[in-house]
């Protein structure tokens, strides 16, 4: 039988969130709220499943973590951004659902380590429909920012306040940061978050996602060895 839901935690922003030029402070009334803990099997081995629920907005943002990170110096930690189309799907536009199975696994097999499963992130922060709409600009000849740019839309419109507050109920101050994006790196440090490590999570191009990594590599400053 489960056990009754406990009162849910609020976490505050962290007091000594700094402001950077990369991404704005804290928002000051963003709170979350930490539901029930619960086993999630996987195919990667079993993690510990917890949902953080933004109070304002509603969003629900789903964390997996493997063994005891407020113990762990700098453990590895994930922050992925909602997909549907290459998570759920598979799409092969992006590596999106690549990325996550492969942390997922290294996370597994590390001592100890979180990922973030980022809600209301689609598309770097535009939503599903604009992002559908970018792919078919895209078709067009566009690259993925100038399909943003021509929708009026912001390169990447995302934001990880919610990322600051989770780690810190986590009792996680310093990561090694699953990415390719630099960028994220020095948003979550603008955060408050200590990045002692970027980690790689390189992935094979295919023929349908070359030119779209390539625009992020040349473009964006992402780290993904291409030629």
């Known amino acids: 039988m489960c056990t009754p839901p406990k009162t ?25 709220t930490r539901g029930e803990e619960t086993r999630m099997p996987t195919a990667h081995g079993d993690f510990d499943a917890v949902c953080y629920t933004e109070t304002n907005s509603g969003l629900e943002h789903l ?18 951004s909602e997909c549907a189309t290459g998570d759920i799907f598979g799409s092969r536009r992006c590596d999106c659902g690549e990325q996550l199975q492969k942390s997922l696994q290294l996370i597994h097999e590390s001592n100890a380590g979180v990922l973030i499963y980022l809600r209301g992130q689609e598309g770097r922060g535009i939503g599903l429909n604009a992002k559908l709409t970018a792919y078919a600009l895209q078709d067009q000849g566009r690259d993925t920012i100038e399909a943003n740019e021509d929708q009026g839309l912001p390169v990447d419109a995302r934001r990880y306040d919610a990322v ?21 790196c020095e948003a ?36 993904l060895e291409l030629e």
């Open 8 to 32: 849910p935690v609020v976490v505050e922003a962290p007091k000594d969130a700094v402001e950077r030029r990369v991404t704005p402070p804290l928002k000051p009334r963003l709170r979350v």
């Open 164 to 184: 600051a507050h989770i780690l810190s109920d986590l009792r996680v101050d310093a990561v090694r940061l699953l990415t390719n994006n630099p960028a994220k």
């Open 63 to 80: 964390v997996l973590t493997k063994g005891d990170v407020s113990q762990a110096q700098a453990p590895l930690a994930r922050v992925h």
């Open 188 to 223: 979550l440090e603008a955060l408050g978050v200590r990045v002692q490590e970027r980690v790689p999570v390189l992935t094979e191009p295919t023929p349908e996602n070359y030119r779209y990594l390539r625009t992020k590599q040349d473009r964006m400053g992402h780290r």
